[in-house]
């Protein structure tokens, strides 16, 4: 049978039994500290008990004297009434030592509770004071102090006997002062070996009361520096055991993580650590087969990514081109019939029915829409071919902007205030174009009556700037924000706004091309502020 080995069980058990032993421990160490703690308070307590006890029994001691001379002086019946009623104390606690002179299984604790009440202690003290002599009788101070208080209580006898025979002096027929004065003189002898006597208590009492300080500091810091010790001892053992496991794990994970899968963790116990150890080594293994199996299948996949990439690319510009074609083949019949329609109208006007006039006027109208709307989706199409990003200074850019619609400006008494703007990596043309369809529309959709207020800020981030253009003008419900970003959609009658409804859309894409997000916040009847993004470094959007 193998020996067991308390260090080999404490490394082996788990974690938590680990914390629990090392808990429990600390625990009992520090109830043991606490008891004894409580044990030197009450001892303390005990002490303390003894010297107030000793005042009164001295206090009561001189204060019978003191009234015994007054008897002899007076030969007031009162003053030896009041001899006898003083010493009731000291005789309380000579019953107290009474009992205590008894061997320990004939004493009777109750009666030297009931004799130490008698000497004016305190009831609650009573049981520590038996507790203390009783403990330290072999103690050299304590055991002077017993001894000074027998021969004490000795002599006291002696004084109440010679109270007596006072008492007899002074009441007989043919008393003498002669003989009341020799008896005070054998008594105040008496009072002088007592007050001796009670002195030595004091001392040993004294003395005995540091030695049992020093004892009990002695005790209470060797078991504080011993809980100290053992949970400090136990916090590195049970640390150092953690450590060294995980330690050993993150070499092998460091390992893994760079492909090296020969590196395995130790194993160094049985507890957590060293199954997750294990655990670790057999999840590398599975990795590394599951390594090589997806290495294979990436081969394999990056082909297919790569061909359906080609053919994705292809079909973008397929179908960019295709727009772009439509859009512009559509113009050339369109042109035929426009100028078709337009001969019809100038030499058939006015000569057929009014029905016929208002039919050319549609198909007139129809047609010029239908141009802008072919021509809008042409432009559509072209956003995004600029060959480059460039550093552009956002403030020329709106400069030009700004000079190119200086008529509509004027016409409409719009006021237009920028901050500094900073140079960014974009598009030119069409930041120039998302910077003139904001403000047209800012200028466009202005309340009757208000001058267009318009203002140009942005706001720097970390990885990119934000743009915001303001206005007063009549707002967009909530409901339609996400809608007007979308091609050719139109939230009002174009008799009351023109346009095809492309502007927001061409906004839209061109922020996109420039990496970054285009939104609105706005209070319908107080104005809108349509804010973008534009990423700092020039945005990629496809390699290829």
Same mark, same amino acid.
């Given at each position: 049978?193998?020996?067991?080995?308390?260090?080999?069980?404490?490394?082996?058990?788990?974690?938590?039994?680990?914390?629990?032993?090392?808990?429990?421990?600390?625990?009992?160490?520090?109830?043991?500290?606490?008891?004894?703690?409580?044990?030197?308070?009450?001892?303390?307590?005990?002490?303390?008990?003894?010297?107030?006890?000793?005042?009164?029994?001295?206090?009561?001691?001189?204060?019978?004297?003191?009234?015994? #001379?007054?008897?002899?002086?007076?030969?007031?019946?009162?003053?030896?009434?009041?001899?006898?009623?003083?010493?009731?104390?000291?005789?309380?606690?000579?019953?107290?030592?009474?009992?205590? %002179?008894?061997?320990? +299984?004939?004493?009777?604790?109750?009666?030297?509770?009931?004799?130490?009440?008698?000497?004016?202690?305190?009831?609650?003290?009573?049981?520590?004071?038996?507790?203390?002599?009783?403990?330290?009788? #072999?103690?050299?101070?304590?055991?002077?102090? /017993?001894?000074?208080?027998?021969?004490?209580?000795? /002599?006291?006898?002696?004084?109440?006997?010679?109270?007596?025979?006072?008492?007899?002096?002074?009441?007989?027929?043919?008393?003498?002062?002669?003989?009341?004065?020799?008896?005070?003189?054998?008594?105040?002898?008496?009072?002088?070996?007592?007050?001796?006597?009670?002195?030595?208590?004091?001392?040993?009492?004294?003395?005995?009361?540091?030695?049992?300080?020093?004892?009990?500091?002695?005790?209470?810091?060797? /078991?504080?520096?011993?809980?100290? =010790?053992?949970?400090?001892?136990?916090?590195?053992?049970?640390?150092?055991?953690? %450590?060294?496991?995980?330690?050993? /794990?993150?070499?092998?994970?460091?390992?893994?993580g760079k492909g090296d899968?020969?590196?395995?963790?130790?194993?160094?116990?049985?507890?957590?650590?060293?199954?997750?150890?294990?655990?670790?080594?057999?999840?590398?293994?599975?990795?590394?087969?599951?390594?090589?199996?997806?290495?294979?299948? @990436?081969?394999?996949?990056?082909?297919?990514?790569?061909?359906?990439?080609?053919?994705?690319d292809r079909k973008n510009?397929?179908?960019?081109?295709?727009?772009?074609?439509?859009?512009?083949?559509?113009?050339?019949?369109?042109?035929?019939?426009?100028?078709?329609?337009?001969?019809? +109208?100038?030499?058939?006007?006015?000569?057929?029915?009014? @029905?016929?006039?208002?039919?050319?006027?549609?198909?007139?109208?129809? #047609?010029?829409?239908?141009?802008?709307?072919?021509?809008?989706?042409?432009?559509?199409?072209?956003?995004?071919?600029?060959?480059?990003?460039?550093?552009?200074?956002?403030?020329?850019?709106?400069?030009?902007?700004?000079?190119?619609?200086? +008529? @509509?400006?004027?016409? @409409?008494?719009?006021?237009?205030?920028?901050?500094?703007?900073?140079?960014?990596?974009?598009?030119?043309?069409?930041?120039?174009?998302? =910077?003139?369809?904001?403000?047209?529309?800012?200028?466009?959709?202005?309340?009757?009556?208000?001058?267009?207020?318009?203002?140009?800020?942005y706001t720097e981030y970390?990885?990119?700037?934000?743009?915001?253009?303001?206005?007063?003008?009549?707002?967009?419900?909530?409901?339609?924000?996400?809608?007007?970003?979308?091609?050719?959609?139109?939230?009002?009658?174009?008799?009351?706004?023109?346009?095809?409804?492309?502007?927001?859309?061409?906004?839209?894409?061109?922020?996109?091309?420039?990496?970054?997000?285009?939104?609105?916040?706005?209070?319908?009847?107080?104005?809108?502020?349509?804010?973008?993004?534009?990423?700092?470094?020039?945005?990629?959007?496809?390699?290829?």
């Open positions: 049978m193998a020996k067991f080995s308390l260090g080999r069980w404490f490394r082996d058990v788990s974690i938590k039994t680990k914390l629990y032993f090392t808990v429990g421990i600390m625990a009992a160490l520090i109830a043991v500290e606490l008891v004894a703690l409580a044990f030197s308070i009450h001892t303390l307590s005990s002490v303390r008990a003894y010297v107030n006890g000793e005042a009164l029994w001295s206090k009561a001691q001189k204060d019978a004297m003191y009234q015994l #001379s007054a008897y002899a002086r007076t030969h007031d019946e009162e003053d030896y009434l009041k001899f006898k009623k003083q010493l009731a104390v000291p005789l309380g606690d000579h019953e107290a030592l009474v009992e205590f %002179s008894k061997p320990e +299984n004939e004493r009777n604790d109750d009666l030297i509770k009931a004799g130490f009440a008698k000497g004016r202690n305190h009831p609650d003290d009573a049981q520590g004071m038996i507790n203390l002599f009783s403990r330290f009788n #072999s103690n050299h101070y304590i055991n002077n102090a /017993i001894v000074a208080w027998i021969k004490a209580d000795s /002599i006291l006898s002696h004084i109440i006997a010679g109270g007596e025979q006072l008492h007899k002096e002074i009441f007989r027929a043919d008393k003498s002062p002669e003989r009341i004065n020799e008896v005070m003189r054998y008594i105040e002898h008496l009072n002088t070996h007592v007050t001796i006597l009670e002195d030595e208590f004091s001392k040993q009492l004294g003395d005995g009361s540091r030695w049992l300080e020093k004892l009990i500091l002695r005790i209470l810091l060797g /078991i504080a520096i011993t809980v100290e =010790f053992t949970g400090l001892i136990l916090a590195i053992v049970v640390s150092r055991g953690i %450590s060294k496991g995980i330690d050993a /794990i993150l070499v092998s994970a460091r390992a893994v899968f020969t590196v395995k963790a130790k194993v160094y116990s049985k507890d957590e650590i060293g199954t997750l150890a294990n655990d670790f080594n057999a999840m590398a293994s599975e990795q590394e087969k599951l390594q090589k199996e997806i290495k294979e299948a @990436n081969a394999d996949l990056e082909k297919k990514v790569e061909l359906r990439t080609i053919d994705l510009a397929e179908l960019e081109q295709f727009a772009y074609v439509a859009s512009h083949d559509l113009q050339e019949p369109l042109k035929t019939v426009s100028g078709f329609v337009g001969l019809l +109208n100038k030499q058939y006007k006015g000569k057929m029915d009014e @029905n016929a006039d208002k039919y050319l006027d549609f198909i007139l109208q129809a #047609s010029d829409r239908m141009k802008t709307l072919i021509k809008d989706l042409l432009d559509y199409s072209r956003i995004g071919r600029a060959i480059a990003f460039v550093r552009s200074d956002c403030n020329v850019l709106l400069h030009e902007v700004l000079a190119d619609m200086g +008529n @509509n400006i004027r016409e @409409n008494n719009a006021h237009i205030v920028p901050e500094v703007l900073p140079v960014v990596y974009a598009y030119p043309t069409e930041l120039k174009l998302l =910077f003139q369809n904001l403000i047209s529309n800012a200028i466009k959709f202005r309340k009757p009556g208000i001058r267009p207020e318009i203002s140009i800020t970390p990885h990119y700037w934000k743009f915001a253009v303001s206005d007063n003008g009549i707002g967009i419900d909530q409901q339609h924000r996400d809608r007007i970003f979308i091609i050719f959609q139109r939230l009002h009658n174009r008799k009351d706004y023109e346009g095809s409804g492309i502007g927001l859309a061409h906004c839209k894409k061109i922020v996109e091309l420039h990496g970054g997000e285009i939104w609105v916040e706005s209070t319908p009847g107080i104005g809108s502020t349509f804010f973008f993004t534009l990423a700092k470094e020039p945005y990629i959007q496809n390699e290829n």
